[in-house]
């Protein structure tokens, strides 16, 4: 016999005014949690009680009914109609739905309530988000009646227009929230999917990789060319920009690359046309030059323009104003910030104000070039004054016989100067530029190939008798190379110092330690030579030999390569096969034998430079290594971006080198001691000033008269 099913009795509903209810001590809600009651009381007044309150009557000792309801679950709503009653916005006695409970334990059913309470899953939210929007609310009502701030219902409304692939993956938690967030950088719903599926099937599913890859074909807004061109400029002329709601962007991405690259050409070229007006024969605009890039060239020596008389008294009234906060404040332990900001201020003034244009000899100005580009700030950079070799007035029109009527060297940079400047962008020439013709040689070839043939073996011979000799030829020849590059003679040694370029720009490289004391050694020493190469065997020999050994070294060092190129024959393994060192093993010892140190040349692992370009594992490797354990824990559960900047922190001053960097360890047997170098050869020694000995700073040393 089968049992009867019990049947369900669901307990009544009245409506019961509010100063017939009272709060129970039954609610097992104690800690305030979610929205406030003020918040709640806002949402009943626009949307009156949407839920009704759990209520069980009030009896007195003898069990009979007193009229009252206590309200065992419910009570921030009560608290919530009690405050709108207070604020006189509802009548005490209003009518209150309630279900009206019977039997039972009421501290059970505040507990049942609220455990059973599911909070609402976040796509679902989003989704109610984008319906009230469809509807017509701005997202400011939006963000009123839900009491979010605006910029919430934005990052709502962003993660609800994400592809509805991607969201049934994230509503079966196939992804994370944040990696849902990544996918919002762009609202190519297509690319979205393209990406997840990548992503998902490599591993490399991380937030950051997912928003490297959206963005793999957009620039940066802190790029030179945007700094250069301005956002505003670039959204005005109808170009589009990818934002990230979620995470710092600095600025977002530029999707119209072409665009961009555009509107800088455009720019850079109404500088040039500008400085055209000025005469110079051509000039070269490029967003960036290598470094390296006036290799080959001859500078010119221009003047700073002279001061006017308001630009005279400025200075002077700095200076004085200078003088006097310093004065002031020299017993100061710590300036004060305005102190600190307003001498910040004067420097800066002072730098403009010494910053003078070069001048330069109008005959110059005709033949010469000027390189126009961005720097690293996104400033308009305008490099003057440099002649290419085949622009260079040969030696002959000079010689010219009194009385002829061949026109001067001065005639023909008169004519030169009125020609049209050649603006090239990005190396490519506009206008055709004419080849010289070789002059006839007054010899047969074959005759003087065979004369100077036996004139070369016997140089060759006595050179080898004279190592002092051959040590200033082959000086001779590093110097004309590397000041010279304009030198229409050259050298008879054949003897190359080639600068090799470097195949990728490393960020900050031009603004490195090494390559502005590079460029001031370089500086210092193009002052102390002569004007023209027809005099340096001369001015070399002049030179005490240790500053003859000084100069051979700066030189030579044009020519180091210890760059890593992938698939490259000179780096496949580390020793060849015949025993013999690769080219970066060879650094390795030229490294240790100079007492190379990359922390003291001014290294220091940067966002930009190394940690923001690895992955998070390296990152916590690296502090592990110049740390410790313990640091690297205090970093291993933020995000890639912020894992880099706090490592960058961590690292500072600590002296840690990624593998790149560091020196190899070598056998005794073939390092050298570290730092130390062997003695002068004795043809230098011998010819040292006693007492200069020792001196190789380019700016002290003085030519022997």
């Given at each position: 016999?089968?049992?009867?099913?019990?049947?369900?009795?669901?307990?009544?509903?009245?409506?019961?005014?509010?100063?017939?209810?009272?709060?129970?001590?039954?609610?097992?809600?104690?800690?305030?949690?979610?929205?406030?009651?003020?918040?709640?009381?806002?949402?009943?007044?626009h949307r009156t009680l949407l839920q009704s309150l759990n209520v069980r009557a009030v009896v007195d000792a003898e069990g009979n009914e007193t009229g009252m309801f206590e309200v065992?679950?419910?009570?921030?709503?009560?608290?919530?109609?009690?405050?709108?009653?207070?604020?006189?916005?509802?009548?005490?006695?209003?009518?209150?739905?309630?279900?009206?409970?019977?039997?039972?334990?009421?501290?059970?059913?505040?507990?049942?309530?609220?455990?059973?309470?599911?909070?609402?899953?976040?796509?679902?939210?989003?989704?109610?988000?984008?319906?009230?929007?469809?509807?017509?609310?701005?997202?400011?009502?939006?963000?009123?009646?839900?009491?979010?701030?605006?910029?919430?219902?934005?990052?709502?409304l962003r993660l609800a227009s994400v592809s509805p692939k991607l969201h049934e993956v994230y509503a079966e938690d196939g992804m994370t929230l944040e990696q849902l967030m990544a996918f919002s950088v762009t609202a190519d719903?297509?690319?979205?999917?393209?990406?997840?599926?990548?992503?998902?099937?490599?591993?490399?599913?991380?937030?950051?990789?997912?928003?490297?890859?959206?963005?793999?074909?957009?620039?940066?807004?802190?790029?030179?060319?945007?700094?250069?061109?301005?956002?505003?400029?670039?959204?005005?002329?109808?170009?589009?920009?990818?934002?990230?709601?979620?995470?710092?962007?600095?600025?977002?991405?530029?999707?119209?690359?072409?665009?961009?690259?555009?509107?800088?050409?455009?720019?850079?070229?109404?500088?040039?046309?500008?400085?055209?007006?000025?005469?110079?024969?051509?000039?070269?605009?490029?967003?960036?030059?290598?470094?390296?890039?006036?290799?080959?060239?001859?500078?010119?020596?221009?003047?700073?323009?002279?001061?006017?008389?308001?630009?005279?008294?400025?200075?002077?009234?700095?200076?004085?104003?200078?003088?006097?906060?310093?004065?002031?404040?020299?017993?100061?332990?710590?300036?004060?910030?305005?102190?600190?900001?307003?001498?910040?201020?004067?420097?800066?003034?002072?730098?403009?104000?010494?910053?003078?244009?070069?001048?330069?000899?109008?005959?110059?100005?005709?033949?010469?070039?000027?390189?126009?580009?961005?720097?690293?700030?996104?400033?308009?950079?305008?490099?003057?004054?440099?002649?290419?070799?085949?622009?260079?007035?040969?030696?002959?029109?000079?010689?010219?016989?009194?009385?002829?009527?061949?026109?001067?060297?001065?005639?023909?940079?008169?004519?030169?100067?009125?020609?049209?400047?050649?603006?090239?962008?990005?190396?490519?020439?506009?206008?055709?530029?004419?080849?010289?013709?070789?002059?006839?040689?007054?010899?047969?070839?074959?005759?003087?190939?065979?004369?100077?043939?036996?004139?070369?073996?016997?140089?060759?011979?006595?050179?080898?008798?004279?190592?002092?000799?051959?040590?200033?030829?082959?000086?001779?020849?590093?110097?004309?190379?590397?000041?010279?590059?304009?030198?229409?003679?050259?050298?008879?040694?054949?003897?190359?110092?080639?600068?090799?370029?470097?195949?990728?720009?490393?960020?900050?490289?031009?603004?490195?330690?090494?390559?502005?004391?590079?460029?001031?050694?370089?500086?210092?020493?193009?002052?102390?030579?002569?004007?023209?190469?027809?005099?340096?065997?001369?001015?070399?020999?002049?030179?005490?030999?240790?500053?003859?050994?000084?100069?051979?070294?700066?030189?030579?060092?044009?020519?180091?390569?210890?760059?890593?190129?992938?698939?490259?024959?000179?780096?496949?393994?580390?020793?060849?096969?015949?025993?013999?060192?690769?080219?970066?093993?060879?650094?390795?010892?030229?490294?240790?034998?100079?007492?190379?140190?990359?922390?003291?040349?001014?290294?220091?692992?940067?966002?930009?430079?190394?940690?923001?370009?690895?992955?998070?594992?390296?990152?916590?490797?690296?502090?592990?290594?110049?740390?410790?354990?313990?640091?690297?824990?205090?970093?291993?559960?933020?995000?890639?971006?912020?894992?880099?900047?706090?490592?960058?922190?961590?690292?500072?001053?600590?002296?840690?080198?990624?593998?790149?960097?560091?020196?190899?360890?070598?056998?005794?047997?073939?390092?050298?001691?570290?730092?130390?170098?062997?003695?002068?050869?004795?043809?230098?020694?011998?010819?040292?000033?006693?007492?200069?000995?020792?001196?190789?700073?380019?700016?002290?040393?003085?030519?022997?008269?």
């Amino acid at each position: 016999m089968t049992k009867a099913i019990q049947k369900i009795t669901l307990s009544p509903s009245r409506d019961i005014p509010f100063n017939k209810l009272v709060l129970s001590q039954s609610n097992v809600r104690r800690v305030k949690a979610g929205i406030s009651i003020e918040q709640l009381a806002e949402s009943i007044a626009h949307r009156t009680l949407l839920q009704s309150l759990n209520v069980r009557a009030v009896v007195d000792a003898e069990g009979n009914e007193t009229g009252m309801f206590e309200v065992p679950a419910g009570g921030r709503r009560y608290r919530a109609l009690e405050l709108l009653v207070k604020q006189k916005r509802m009548a005490k006695t209003q009518a209150v739905p309630c279900v009206v409970r019977e039997g039972g334990v009421a501290e059970d059913d505040s507990l049942a309530e609220n455990d059973e309470r599911v909070g609402l899953h976040p796509l679902d939210q989003f989704r109610a988000f984008q319906t009230l929007s469809g509807a017509g609310m701005s997202e400011e009502e939006i963000a009123a009646r839900h009491f979010v701030t605006p910029a919430v219902v934005k990052q709502r409304l962003r993660l609800a227009s994400v592809s509805p692939k991607l969201h049934e993956v994230y509503a079966e938690d196939g992804m994370t929230l944040e990696q849902l967030m990544a996918f919002s950088v762009t609202a190519d719903q297509t690319r979205q999917e393209q990406v997840w599926e990548n992503v998902s099937r490599s591993g490399y599913d991380e937030p950051y990789q997912i928003r490297r890859l959206l963005t793999e074909n957009t620039v940066g807004a802190s790029d030179r060319r945007v700094q250069y061109v301005g956002l505003d400029a670039y959204e005005h002329a109808g170009g589009g920009v990818l934002r990230d709601l979620f995470e710092h962007d600095d600025g977002g991405w530029l999707q119209d690359v072409v665009l961009l690259d555009r509107l800088v050409t455009e720019k850079l070229k109404v500088e040039a046309e500008t400085i055209a007006a000025e005469g110079w024969k051509w000039i070269s605009v490029a967003v960036d030059f290598p470094y390296g890039h006036t290799n080959g060239l001859r500078e010119l020596d221009g003047k700073p323009a002279d001061l006017t008389v308001d630009e005279q008294a400025a200075i002077d009234a700095l200076n004085a104003e200078q003088a006097k906060l310093e004065t002031e404040y020299q017993e100061a332990d710590e300036l004060p910030e305005e102190v600190d900001q307003c001498l910040g201020a004067i420097e800066a003034a002072l730098l403009a104000l010494e910053d003078r244009p070069q001048t330069y000899d109008p005959a110059e100005i005709a033949r010469a070039g000027v390189f126009v580009s961005i720097d690293s700030e996104g400033r308009l950079s305008v490099d003057r004054g440099y002649v290419r070799p085949e622009d260079e007035v040969p030696a002959a029109d000079f010689d010219v016989d009194p009385g002829t009527d061949a026109p001067s060297a001065e005639g023909q940079e008169t004519g030169a100067s009125a020609t049209r400047t050649t603006i090239s962008v990005a190396g490519a020439s506009t206008e055709p530029e004419e080849d010289d013709e070789d002059p006839a040689r007054p010899l047969p070839d074959r005759l003087i190939i065979e004369l100077t043939a036996h004139r070369t073996l016997a140089l060759r011979d006595a050179l080898a008798e004279n190592p002092a000799i051959a040590f200033q030829a082959v000086l001779h020849n590093f110097v004309l190379t590397a000041f010279y590059q304009f030198a229409s003679s050259g050298s008879c040694l054949e003897i190359g110092l080639r600068t090799p370029t470097f195949p990728a720009q490393a960020p900050g490289l031009r603004e490195s330690v090494s390559a502005k004391a590079v460029e001031v050694r370089h500086e210092a020493w193009k002052a102390r030579l002569p004007k023209s190469e027809n005099d340096l065997w001369d001015a070399l020999t002049a030179l005490a030999g240790g500053a003859q050994a000084s100069l051979f070294a700066h030189c030579a060092s044009f020519a180091v390569n210890a760059v890593h190129e992938p698939a490259n024959r000179y780096n496949q393994g580390r020793v060849s096969a015949h025993g013999v060192r690769t080219r970066l093993d060879q650094a390795d010892v030229l490294a240790r034998a100079a007492g190379l140190d990359m922390v003291q040349a001014g290294w220091r692992p940067t966002v930009d430079n190394y940690l923001g370009r690895v992955t998070k594992p390296r990152i916590l490797e690296a502090v592990r290594e110049a740390k410790g354990d313990s640091s690297a824990q205090l970093i291993d559960h933020l995000k890639k971006a912020d894992m880099a900047k706090e490592a960058e922190r961590l690292l500072d001053g600590s002296g840690w080198l990624p593998e790149p960097l560091r020196l190899v360890d070598s056998s005794p047997s073939s390092a050298e001691p570290e730092g130390e170098a062997g003695p002068l050869p004795e043809f230098l020694a011998s010819e040292e000033d006693p007492e200069n000995a020792g001196e190789d700073d380019p700016q002290q040393l003085d030519a022997a008269e």
